[in-house]
């Protein structure tokens, strides 16, 4: 903490509960002589109540500047996770400028401001998650643990004698320093010398950030920064040179500035499974096979030569004068063969084809492959490259020729496109490289680069985003709901009738129109959405070229991201015969990614599910009441039957949405002109399908679930549709 207030940056204070992460910013604050003020974040605070506002003096009708409690040295930011990303976005001026604006007027903050935040690790209900922005804003993270026993013991012993740990003079607490030492220690800071190889070392460290595999948001630019002024103040603080022997410090302090994601397990913890058909064919995960790769081929000018050899030989046994000139040219070309061989092996030794690729790549997007051929010999080579992806990638393979010169490196870019979601493990390039004289062609072994981890189409999700910001939700069909009443957000102005509170009058509105004005509120209120995605028999059947559970998993996502804008809770559990993956509800830009990486590699299975132990599963990991979403398909009016019983018996306690698919080629059949016995004999078949189905349907409205019947096309739309509508009646 005394290094951040040195470097004049801010900080998160992370704990549980009980460990006087309060009571230290404010001993902090008084023994610097800072001016303190604390801020209890709540869910209905408002940005005016941490900055201040223009309060409107009807005496002579003009606006005066009412301060917030941010003008002050040291501000505490109590459980700033309480507040709704609105409230916490009001620090962001503060924390990097230093000041305030109100209605277009600057007021600067005083020269120590320092904002500390704490922070709550083990509630996370009624917690909003600290956007990017303002974490990149924060200096350090500093975890507030559980204190030993002796310490524990002590804290006890001194309150049992009368200490009052918030009478702090009266606890012996006095100010050691004034605001004035504070700002030159600050100044004597900022002066220290810091040597040129430890500031390359600096950028260098954040550089890395933004290139490892396992980093999802690299460090930035005021990352450097920070890293360097907390560099000084920790010397400073313990009367040392910055050298590049405090390496280990520099490492610590940016590792809690980069947000990573682990590859090796999914977001529930469980190890990721490769799906059989999502496995090459060659089986390489890695380097090609040595076998594959050691042994020489010869080349067609070989063959030919050896063929041309094979005739005099066969001559020789009836003219004896020919023996000797074909035992020399026998001698001659196994010398020469001999020669390229021996050539060959040095070559390749010194080259070296890798090839690299996104892990992260989505379905029907185009991504980079680049194949790169070092020679590290001193001579220049061609080499032949054949490169081979699953089945599901386009194209499924591609013929490289590649020329470098000595010393040097080459590479070859394509582009390729996964058609289908899921974990792939290409084999690695197949190369070969034909020595000077073309007689023997030797195979390099080559680098596959790692799997291919294929997500669902997101494109959805930036298109839902950016009309969002347009308004223009309807060109894709969403109608948006708003709901009027009591909230944090704003839904407009109204007249000021008798009741309304004090506190909502607007008083810049009040100025202008002369009469009173209050702002009507937008209610919000935060549900869990819990989406039960069937990945049974039912799902596996295609459509378009696709299964029906990768139309549910796209539309899941969909739903998922809408939801999590709304500022609702997300959880999910796919199960077939047996649970199969399970998300617990959450929110936030990290759940998201939780969410999209948990199913992108479910696939379906040819069992049954059985639906009653699954819901009675998902009432036992749910139990909290919320919007539940059933994906499923059932064309036999007996499968529909069976999920009767189940969605009555989670209608008890949550509002059941039970998404089923339209059969189109029903659909197409009722509706095809008859022309013949076949024609008439397929449409009656539908016809009796058709009532059956809707019988059952019945049967499933009776349930006290709603039940969206809707084509795979429109299935997006029609659950994002439903689900705002829910939440626009209170439907929970």
Known sequence: MLAALLAGGHAVLEGPPGTAKTLLVRVLALATGCAFRRVQFTPDLMPSDILGTNVFDPRDSTFRFARGPVFADVVLADEINRAPAKTQAALLECMEERSVTIDGAVHPLPEGFTVFATMNPIELEGTFPLPEAQLDRFLMKIRVGEIDAAAEREVVARVAAGMDPWALASSGIRRGIT??????????????????????????????????????????????????????????LHRTRVRHSRRREGIGAIRSRASTEHRTRSANGERRRVPRHCRDSGGHTGTAHPSRVKVMRPTRRLVTLLALAALPAALATRIPTLSWWVVAFD??????????????????????????????????????????????????????????????????????????????????????????????????????????????????????????????????????????????????GIRRTRQRGEGTEAAGLKPYVAGDPYASIDWKATARKGALITREMQTERRQNVVVLLDCGRRMAREVEGRSRLDHAIEATL??????????????????????????????????????????????????????????????????????????TDAMEPSSLETLVDPLRFLSRHHRVVCVVFKDDFLEAASNDPIEDDEALFRAGAAADLTIDRRRGMLCLNQTGATVIDVPTRGLSVAVVNRYLEIKARHGV
């Open 179 to 236: 605001s004035a030492d504070l700002a030159a220690a600050r100044a004597a800071v900022r002066k220290i010398a810091v040597e040129e190889h430890v500031q390359e070392y600096l950028v260098e460290i954040v550089r890395r950030t933004r290139k490892h595999s396992a980093v999802a948001l690299g460090a930035s630019t005021r990352a450097a920064v920070a890293l360097l002024n907390a560099s000084r103040a920790r010397s400073r």
């Open 331 to 476: 001698v001659a070309l196994f010398s020469v063969v001999a020669v390229d061989a021996r050539r060959a092996r040095r070559t390749r030794a010194g080259l070296a084809i890798r090839r690299s690729h996104p892990t992260w790549v989505q379905r029907a997007r185009e991504f980079e492959v680049v194949l790169e051929l070092q020679n590290s010999t001193d001579r220049a080579h061609v080499v032949d490259i054949v490169d081979r992806f699953p089945e599901t990638f386009e194209p499924r393979e591609r013929r490289v020729r590649l020329a470098v010169g000595p010393r040097a490196v080459t590479a070859s870019h394509s582009k390729v496109v996964a058609h289908r979601r899921g974990i792939y493990v290409p084999m690695a390039p197949l190369a070969s490289h034909r020595v000077e004289r073309g007689l023997v062609r030797m195979p390099i072994p080559g680098e596959s680069g790692g799997a291919v981890s294929v997500l669902p189409d997101l494109s959805k999700l930036g298109q839902f985003d950016a009309l969002v910001r347009r308004r223009r939700l309807h060109e894709i």
């Open 558 to 631: 969909l739903l998922s991201h809408v939801a999590l804008a709304s500022d609702d809770r997300v959880g999910l559990m796919a199960f077939s015969d047996v649970i199969v993956r399970t998300i617990a509800v959450g929110r936030g830009v990290a759940h998201a990614r939780a969410l999209a990486q948990a199913v992108f590699a479910i696939e379906p299975t040819l069992r049954e599910p059985p639906y009653r132990r699954m819901a009675t599963e998902a009432m036992h990991r749910f139990p909290r009441r919320g919007l539940v979403v059933l994906f």
